[in-house]
């Protein structure tokens, strides 16, 4: 079984829709992530946690939000959809133990906004 | 704001060539710098590299870290068409900010 998962794996939507992304991790990471990635432009980080209690927002967060339920658990919104939300979402965990930061990802979810 | 600039953006190589793939970084409080292989799916993990001058090598694959000068570089020899990918490089503080990536296609 993966080790970290995103539900849905594809999602088409509208334009003013409400759209969440999920992410679970089974590695016992307190760290997690959500980045964005379009083509030519690498990943952008949108979100982060580094526990329950913590989120904090990246280099891309207008137009977003996100809940940490749980340790294993980091969900990203999108409170009214727009089609330049269109692309590839991922989420990523790493050990906070790990001074070094590797980071372990998802198998993305592909978004697009009609 | 912190910085990962990647050269080149693409790289067109017949198979058994050498590449070599640039990476300059400005982060701030900067602890590692991370190479990742991402081919239409998620980015794999290649190399993490902490400390100047320690070459990292994993078979055709190697890569080096300048801590003074601000950048790393990955090698790949003799490459293969299985090497076709982009190329993620990413500076670590307490975050990873990446690059925007090497697209490499290796033809047969």
């Known amino acids: 079984d993966a080790d970290v998962t995103q539900t849905p794996r594809n999602r088409i939507t509208k334009t003013g829709k409400r759209i969440m992304l999920e992410c679970s991790q089974t590695?016992?990471?307190?760290?997690m992530y959500w980045y964005r990635q379009d083509p030519g432009l690498g990943l952008r980080l949108i979100y982060y946690?580094?526990?329950?209690?913590?989120?904090n927002k990246g280099e891309i967060s207008d137009g977003y939000s996100v809940s940490r339920q749980a340790q294993a658990k980091f969900s990203l919104s999108l409170e009214s959809a727009i089609p330049n939300q269109t692309a590839l979402y991922f989420c990523?965990?790493?050990?906070?133990?790990?001074?070094?930061?590797?980071?372990?990802f998802g198998p993305g979810t592909r978004l697009t906004v009609l | 704001e912190d910085k990962v600039v990647q050269s080149p953006l693409s790289l067109v190589v017949h198979e058994g060539d050498t590449v070599t793939l640039n990476c300059s970084y400005e982060?701030?409080?900067?602890?590692?710098l991370l190479w990742y292989k991402q081919e239409k799916k998620a980015p794999t993990f290649l190399f993490m590299l902490t400390s100047s001058g320690i070459e990292k090598k994993s078979g055709r694959l190697s890569s080096i870290l300048d801590k003074k000068e601000l950048f790393s570089i990955l090698n790949i020899t003799a490459t293969q068409t299985g090497d076709s990918a982009v190329y993620l490089c990413g500076g670590s503080n307490y975050k990873l900010t990446f690059g925007k990536g090497t697209l490499l296609t290796v033809n047969p």
């Open positions: 946690s580094f526990d329950v209690k913590d989120i």
């Open positions: 982060v701030t409080n900067f602890r590692s």
């Open positions: 990523a965990t790493s050990d906070w133990t790990s001074e070094v930061n590797e980071q372990f």
């Open positions: 590695k016992g990471h307190d760290r």
